[in-house]
């Protein structure tokens, strides 16, 4: 067996693999030699990149081997469906990862053949997906698009939190919550990582043109503005008569009490941050060292929750709690 892609997916499909026998890792953004074989099964996990260039030149590689099955699970669009399919004539399996809110492992997977003649072909290269998930056997299509769905659902939950507590204020968010058949996603800075913003917009190519989500789809690629704007206004009303030279920011990462800082919208913040501050940024799940200064500065800026945020807040005078959208003095 070979995984090709050895990032967040990979890792998790290799703790299921390796299990069923000898593993070879390809993977060139971690060190690791490419080394493609004949009558391997492929295992696919790679950032496929927005335009599947990188997914596209793996594929390559592969269509020179001899009876090769590659087993798909990098999220495509139907544009990436339709360039496989007519492209490539190998036995494919397409099962897309499932990654739960919170990091939490999903339980049951959709998974699609193509080119794939041979039942026991297919069986053999998904059996240790197989006995690991609950699975469910569907068309090509309705896997890509049910894939991208879920993450465009997420990604229009966050979106929607964040237009009403921007609308209404914070507080209107945290009443709805308390109704037993309605629970908003809870607004943050942003809707960072790897999946949720590429995936809808692949969502939103496929699906006929709808004006509402696109323009919901926009208000969630600006919320880092939104909130970077809410931090300087914040600011500038509680120092009338001083100006701030200097702050702190607390996170890089995407999201709280992770070192992945993968289309972090805490790093997006910090930088129109700059424009006006000198901005000393730190993470501790990131950083190895405390930046200079950073515990000297005029004001802390909270951007993500890590365990133990508060013991650093305690530390300054004056704190701004960002982690909702919103810049709450604390």
Known sequence: MTLVGYGFVGQAAHEILKRYGEVKIIDPAKGYPECYADNEIYYIAIDPGLDFSGLYDVLDKIKERLNPIVVIESTLSMKALDTIEWKYQFPMIYVPERVQPGGKKASVRLYATLHCDDPEDADEAIRPIRDNYDLIEVGPEQAVITKLTENAYRYFQIAFANLISESFG?????????????KLMQPGIGIGGLCLEKDTDFFLDALPRNETLEELYKFGKKIPSVVAGNIEEEILISNVWYQVKTISVFGKAYKPNTNITTNSKALEIAEKLRTRYEVLHYDPLIDAEVPK????????????GHAYWEQYAKMFRKVIDARSGWARRV
């Open 293 to 304: 200064g950073f515990f000297h500065s005029d004001w802390l800026v909270v951007l993500v």
């Open 170 to 182: 914070e507080g209107v968010v945290s009443l709805v919550n308390t109704h037993q058949n309605v």
